[in-house]
């Protein structure tokens, strides 16, 4: 028995569709998987809309009630006729007109990597040992002079003088970096250990580093503790995620925001520590306004009257988070909607989400979710084509699918702080809307083509005209 | 010379960290190490132990012209800390290192909070000289090792010490001196060898710049994986080692041939009168007049006979298989299996040694058979031994 090639046409149609839908919902569902796979939304097509939303559309960051920033800006620079860097002993005078002001914290965007010029020190000693190796040290005005030399000396001892300040403030968060293969090169601590590892069991953190670099070891031995100044900037030049724990050797070290949050409420340090695991450590990061954070300037703290209300209104109590700011010195900083922002600011905001727990999780669970139900749009939408009768019906389904979709990964991120992928399960939804207009219209040039033949035939066979009638 | 190629890292030395302890000491042992002054027990604020711990402290910072200020911090719980108390701990301990000997200006004291729930205790942080960096540090060393910036001026040093770019290392008879330089490579010096230590720098991406000295002598070097652009040469007077693999010997001889055996990877020869690349497996020589000679293979890893196990009263006869080429073979006797310290070194003309005054304790053996111009080849695997009388 033989069949037509009209036929099989026929008999095979109705399931090619139904491939080709089947391969666009795999496109977004594929696409979806590879979000998942490489660390969680936005993925490299979103990354655009993801900072639309998050910067227009989320709900900001509350005003910082205790949280300031004291910064080296221009003026502070200008007041103090100073360079940056700024000297030990600036920075001593600095930490200890912080100190008088009994703030709850100090965390420092700056890195003490090297030892403070010691070659006057050296000069001083060499002059004060030629005095009592001379004997004139014996002498009662030789004495007065070796010993006003020894307090000068120790005076001018700026590293000294710093540790002594860090360890009167008792609460001074000390910045550290941890040495990635694209930064430029800092002395790498010996021993690689900056305080005391953090117990993140199972969890390797996202940014992984080769060593880590520090401040000078008597000013971490005298600081509370330090903390990691890195970020993770995307290929795009944005920072969506803070390191919370930078991985280096197979120990965890905590960045400065988390140091920060462990000193300042240590009850909750296992929560704490727990948060901060988040996506392998670096969750994506709610964005403040951009006046989110009070500053005051490095001048007014050094020059104002330690007795002064409005400093002790500024400072008393909150935690102060002390970086440069002036034109040129900080590092440019790009987050979503916001450009040039000072590092010290995000390391602000890191703290600000971490203690409110408003991190946003986008991988391990929150991404496979996302492929779970960028699948389930799809297999919603695959059902709905097969029972629409018109392609109207097919194309408001997919309008509804596509809304249904965007509140629900819009909700998601806003309520529960889960970042779901977007745009796979649209490329989908728009594939198969294609697939389907195509089908539908080549069922429907199909069904016009049997008219047509129907048409033709109907003519020859019509009854003719009765003989007579138009006589 | 420019050297710009990949860098391969196939073999890395397992060496233990540098540790000056010895049990016996008021401290139980004093460590110098990434800014901080470990000692083998925890430092109590005061009382006669942590007293004659400081002193002992004291004259090992005094035998240490680098450092160029030391921290005391007392940590203690609040409620010692309360009025000024904790930083009076401080300075009293602090007074005990000036009463040593250390000038009271580079002594400071503080008190910073203790960590909740652990004792109160003392703690010792240093800073060296700032404007060298710190190019390697000794992580082991066996015989009479010194190091200075003129010869003249040479002064023994220890595992832990730090070395700075320009100084020489010089090894004695028998002695045996092993670096880690800051990039990450290590580099022995045998016996009686004198190494000047150059530039070491370290930049973005890691790209580095390497140079050594080798005035005399022979260093073995395991070179570091670095970036595109990295330099890793070891200069004599004749020649250049310039690394393009990872692990190689460069000798400086008195006649003023320059000897290099590549055991991994490849290394350029540069001499006066041409340059080679040696792959690993080859060695090659650079003349007093600056020819180069062509590779040659170097010779195979002795197969050990005996002991490859075992306790014995006395030092037992050490034998190994012949290998063909062979003028003399080096036997290196160790207390560590990575050769790195306490290593005794004996010239054998046939395939066995009778080793004199090997002490109690276990012992590790190697041989390397050497030809007959000196080149030395593969070192055989590594048996251990016990003697116990």
Same mark, same amino acid.
Request: with cysteine; hydrophobic share 45%; net charge neutral.
């Given at each position: 028995?033989?069949?037509?090639?009209?036929?099989?046409?026929?008999?095979?149609?109705?399931?090619?569709?139904?491939?080709?839908?089947?391969?666009?919902?795999?496109?977004?569902?594929?696409?979806?998987?590879?979000?998942?796979?490489?660390?969680?939304?936005?993925?490299?097509?979103?990354?655009?809309?993801?900072?639309?939303?998050?910067?227009?559309?989320?709900?900001?960051?509350?005003?910082?009630?205790?949280?300031?920033?004291?910064?080296?800006?221009?003026?502070?620079?200008?007041?103090?006729?100073?360079?940056?860097?700024?000297?030990?002993?600036?920075?001593?005078?600095?930490?200890?007109?912080?100190?008088?002001?009994?703030?709850?914290?100090?965390?420092?965007?700056?890195?003490?990597?090297?030892?403070?010029?010691?070659?006057?020190?050296?000069?001083?000693?060499?002059?004060?040992?030629?005095?009592?190796?001379?004997?004139?040290?014996?002498?009662?005005?030789?004495?007065?002079?070796?010993?006003?030399?020894?307090?000068?000396?120790?005076?001018?001892?700026?590293?000294?003088?710093?540790?002594?300040?860090?360890?009167?403030?008792?609460?001074?968060?000390?910045?550290?970096?941890?040495?990635?293969?694209?930064?430029?090169?800092?002395?790498?601590?010996?021993?690689?250990?900056?305080?005391?590892?953090?117990?993140?069991?199972?969890?390797?953190?996202?940014?992984?580093?080769?060593?880590?670099?520090?401040?000078?070891?008597?000013?971490?031995?005298?600081?509370?503790?330090?903390?990691?100044?890195?970020?993770?900037?995307?290929?795009?030049?944005?920072?969506?995620?803070?390191?919370?724990?930078?991985?280096?050797?197979?120990?965890?070290?905590?960045?400065?925001?988390?140091?920060?949050?462990?000193?300042?409420?240590?009850?909750?340090?296992?929560?704490?520590?727990?948060?901060?695991?988040?996506?392998?450590?670096?969750?994506?990061?709610?964005?403040?306004?951009?006046?989110?954070?009070?500053?005051?300037?490095?001048?007014?703290?050094?020059?104002?009257?330690?007795?002064?209300?409005?400093?002790?209104?500024?400072?008393?109590?909150?935690?102060?988070?002390?970086?440069?700011?002036?034109?040129?010195?900080?590092?440019?900083?790009?987050?979503?909607?916001?450009?040039?922002?000072?590092?010290?600011?995000?390391?602000?905001?890191?703290?600000?989400?971490?203690?409110?727990?408003?991190?946003?999780?986008?991988?391990?669970?929150?991404?496979?979710?996302?492929?779970?139900?960028?699948?389930?749009?799809?297999?919603?939408?695959?059902?709905?084509?097969?029972?629409?009768?018109?392609?109207?019906?097919?194309?408001?389904?997919?309008?509804?699918?596509?809304?249904?979709?965007?509140?629900?990964?819009?909700?998601?991120?806003?309520?529960?702080?889960?970042?779901?992928?977007?745009?796979?399960?649209?490329?989908?939804?728009?594939?198969?809307?294609?697939?389907?207009?195509?089908?539908?219209?080549?069922?429907?040039?199909?069904?016009?083509?049997?008219?047509?033949?129907?048409?033709?035939?109907?003519?020859?066979?019509?009854?003719?005209?009765?003989?007579?009638?138009?006589? | 010379?420019?050297?710009?190629?990949?860098?391969?890292?196939?073999?890395?030395?397992?060496?233990?960290?540098?540790?000056?302890?010895?049990?016996?000491?008021?401290?139980?042992?004093?460590?110098?190490?990434?800014?901080?002054?470990?000692?083998?027990?925890?430092?109590?604020?005061?009382?006669?132990?942590?007293?004659?711990?400081?002193?002992?402290?004291?004259?090992?910072?005094?035998?240490?012209?680098?450092?160029?200020?030391?921290?005391?911090?007392?940590?203690?719980?609040?409620?010692?800390?309360?009025?000024?108390?904790?930083?009076?701990?401080?300075?009293?301990?602090?007074?005990?290192?000036?009463?040593?000997?250390?000038?009271?200006?580079?002594?400071?004291?503080?008190?910073?909070?203790?960590?909740?729930?652990?004792?109160?205790?003392?703690?010792?942080?240093?800073?060296?000289?700032?404007?060298?960096?710190?190019?390697?540090?000794?992580?082991?060393?066996?015989?009479?090792?010194?190091?200075?910036?003129?010869?003249?001026?040479?002064?023994?040093?220890?595992?832990?010490?730090?070395?700075?770019?320009?100084?020489?290392?010089?090894?004695?008879?028998?002695?045996?001196?092993?670096?880690?330089?800051?990039?990450?490579?290590?580099?022995?010096?045998?016996?009686?060898?004198?190494?000047?230590?150059?530039?070491?720098?370290?930049?973005?991406?890691?790209?580095?710049?390497?140079?050594?000295?080798?005035?005399?002598?022979?260093?073995?070097?395991?070179?570091?994986?670095?970036?595109?652009?990295?330099?890793?040469?070891? !200069? +004599?007077?004749?020649?250049? @080692? #310039? $690394? *393009?693999?990872?692990?190689? %010997?460069?000798?400086?001889? =008195?006649?003023?041939?320059?000897?290099?055996?590549?055991?991994?990877?490849?290394?350029?020869?540069?001499?006066?009168?041409?340059?080679?690349?040696?792959?690993?497996?080859?060695?090659?020589?650079?003349?007093?007049?600056?020819?180069?000679?062509?590779?040659?293979?170097?010779?195979?890893?002795?197969?050990?006979?005996?002991?490859?196990?075992?306790?014995?009263?006395?030092?037992?006869?050490?034998?190994?298989?012949?290998?063909?080429?062979?003028?003399?073979?080096?036997?290196?006797?160790? !207390? +560590?299996?990575?050769?790195? @310290? #306490? $290593? *005794?070194?004996?010239?054998? %003309?046939?395939?066995?040694? =009778?080793?004199?005054?090997?002490?109690?304790?276990?012992?590790?053996?190697?041989?390397?058979?050497?030809?007959?111009?000196?080149?030395?080849?593969?070192?055989?695997?590594?048996?251990?031994?016990?003697?116990?009388?």
């Amino acid at each position: 028995m033989s069949t037509s090639p009209a036929e099989s046409a026929r008999r095979s149609s109705p399931r090619r569709p139904a491939v080709f839908r089947a391969l666009g919902a795999l496109v977004g569902v594929a696409l979806a998987g590879v979000t998942a796979a490489t660390g969680g939304a936005p993925g490299f097509l979103e990354r655009g809309l993801y900072d639309q939303a998050v910067s227009r559309w989320l709900p900001e960051v509350p005003r910082s009630a205790d949280m300031v920033l004291v910064e080296v800006d221009d003026r502070a620079l200008a007041t103090l006729g100073e360079r940056w860097p700024l000297s030990r002993a600036t920075w001593a005078r600095a930490f200890r007109a912080l100190a008088a002001q009994r703030p709850a914290a100090v965390a420092v965007d700056v890195i003490f990597d090297q030892p403070g010029p010691r070659e006057a020190l050296e000069l001083g000693e060499d002059v004060l040992e030629a005095l009592r190796t001379s004997g004139l040290a014996e002498q009662p005005a030789g004495a007065a002079l070796a010993a006003d030399l020894e307090a000068r000396l120790h005076a001018q001892d700026g590293d000294a003088r710093l540790a002594e300040a860090l360890a009167e403030s008792g609460g001074v968060i000390l910045g550290a970096a941890a040495l990635t293969e694209d930064m430029p090169v800092m002395p790498p601590l010996e021993d690689g250990a900056l305080d005391t590892p953090l117990p993140l069991p199972g969890t390797a953190p996202r940014l992984q580093a080769r060593a880590m670099a520090g401040s000078i070891a008597p000013l971490r031995m005298a600081a509370r503790s330090s903390g990691t100044l890195n970020m993770l900037v995307d290929g795009d030049g944005v920072i969506r995620r803070y390191p919370y724990a930078v991985g280096v050797g197979g120990r965890a070290w905590p960045s400065l925001a988390l140091a920060t949050a462990l000193h300042l409420m240590p009850e909750r340090a296992a929560s704490l520590r727990a948060l901060a695991a988040t996506d392998q450590g670096a969750p994506l990061m709610r964005l403040p306004a951009p006046d989110w954070l009070p500053r005051v300037s490095l001048a007014d703290v050094l020059h104002a009257d330690p007795a002064s209300v409005g400093l002790d209104l500024a400072l008393r109590g909150k935690t102060v988070f002390v970086g440069v700011t002036a034109m040129g010195l900080h590092g440019q900083s790009t987050l979503p909607g916001q450009v040039a922002v000072p590092g010290v600011e995000i390391h602000a905001f890191a703290l600000d989400n971490l203690r409110s727990e408003r991190l946003l999780r986008s991988s391990g669970l929150a991404a496979w979710g996302g492929v779970l139900e960028t699948a389930a749009v799809l297999l919603a939408f695959a059902v709905l084509c097969r029972r629409s009768r018109s392609l109207g019906a097919v194309l408001r389904a997919a309008v509804l699918l596509s809304l249904l979709h965007l509140a629900l990964v819009g909700w998601l991120a806003a309520d529960p702080g889960w970042v779901l992928p977007l745009v796979p399960a649209w490329v989908g939804l728009g594939l198969m809307l294609v697939v389907d207009s195509v089908a539908r219209g080549e069922e429907l040039g199909q069904q016009r083509s049997a008219l047509r033949r129907l048409f033709v035939r109907y003519p020859q066979g019509a009854p003719e005209t009765p003989p007579g009638s138009g006589q | 010379m420019k050297r710009a190629a990949p860098w391969m890292m196939v073999w890395v030395l397992q060496a233990t960290p540098a540790l000056a302890v010895d049990a016996g000491e008021p401290c139980g042992g004093v460590r110098f190490e990434s800014g901080r002054i470990e000692t083998g027990r925890p430092l109590a604020p005061k009382g006669p132990e942590t007293e004659a711990c400081l002193k002992h402290v004291a004259e090992a910072l005094k035998a240490r012209p680098a450092i160029r200020s030391v921290t005391l911090a007392a940590r203690l719980p609040d409620a010692e800390r309360l009025d000024g108390q904790g930083l009076a701990v401080a300075k009293a301990a602090a007074e005990v290192l000036v009463a040593a000997g250390v000038p009271r200006t580079r002594v400071s004291a503080v008190a910073p909070p203790a960590v909740p729930g652990e004792p109160g205790q003392l703690q010792l942080a240093y800073v060296e000289r700032p404007a060298q960096p710190v190019v390697a540090r000794l992580r082991a060393a066996s015989g009479d090792v010194s190091a200075g910036t003129v010869p003249a001026e040479l002064r023994p040093r220890t595992t832990g010490d730090a070395l700075y770019a320009g100084e020489l290392l010089l090894t004695g008879k028998g002695a045996r001196a092993e670096l880690a330089l800051a990039d990450g490579s290590t580099v022995r010096l045998m016996e009686d060898g004198m190494l000047r230590l150059g530039a070491l720098e370290l930049m973005a991406n890691l790209r580095r710049k390497v140079q050594l000295e080798l005035l005399r002598g022979t260093v073995e070097t395991v070179a570091a994986p670095g970036g595109e652009g990295s330099i890793f040469e070891v !200069r +004599t007077r004749g020649a250049v @080692a #310039g $690394v *393009r693999g990872t692990q190689f %010997r460069v000798s400086a001889q =008195e006649d003023g041939i320059s000897r290099l055996e590549t055991l991994e990877g490849r290394v350029g020869l540069i001499a006066k009168k041409g340059d080679l690349d040696v792959v690993g497996g080859y060695g090659s020589r650079a003349m007093p007049d600056g020819a180069t000679e062509p590779p040659r293979p170097l010779l195979v890893a002795p197969t050990m006979v005996d002991p490859r196990d075992g306790t014995f009263p006395v030092a037992p006869k050490l034998t190994w298989a012949a290998v063909s080429g062979a003028r003399r073979y080096r036997v290196e006797v160790a !207390r +560590t299996a990575d050769f790195g @310290a #306490g $290593v *005794r070194t004996y010239d054998a %003309r046939g395939a066995e040694l =009778e080793v004199p005054d090997l002490g109690e304790g276990k012992w590790f053996w190697r041989v390397l058979a050497v030809d007959a111009d000196g080149f030395i080849g593969f070192p055989s695997k590594i048996f251990a031994f016990d003697v116990r009388p």
